[in-house]
């Protein structure tokens, strides 16, 4: 089971597992079916969610409008809708911090 799909108009759609309140955002790797992302934001008024949308923007090089969160607004798991991504969703895994 992937973190990621297409749906039928060709938008990506990325489940991910968010953590708020972290000392800084990053995606950290898998966790379970989804992407783990932390969040330096906290989980009240929306702030992480905000966060989480204009994180996913920046790294898929798009403007924030064409960022929607589908599902999960107030749980940790949440799936975001991604239109007219100019890069793969592998680009979320490409800045993992690994270990040597």
């Known amino acids: 089971m992937s ?6 108009n060709n938008h990506l759609l990325l489940k991910l597992h968010v ?3 972290a000392r800084c955002t990053e995606a950290v790797g898998l966790h379970g079916g989804a992407l783990k992302i932390k969040l330096a934001a906290p989980p ?8 989480l949308l204009k994180f ?4 898929f090089a798009v403007p924030l409008k064409h ?10 798991h949440k799936v975001v809708e991604v239109r007219h991504a100019a890069c793969a969703p592998e680009i979320l895994l490409s800045a993992l911090k690994t270990d040597s």
């Open 3 to 8: 973190w990621y799909s297409l749906d039928s």
């Open 19 to 21: 953590q708020p309140g």
């Open 44 to 51: 009240v008024d929306g702030k992480a969610n905000d966060l």
């Open 56 to 59: 996913l923007a920046k790294r």
């Open 67 to 76: 960022v929607a969160l589908k599902r999960g607004a107030q749980s940790r």
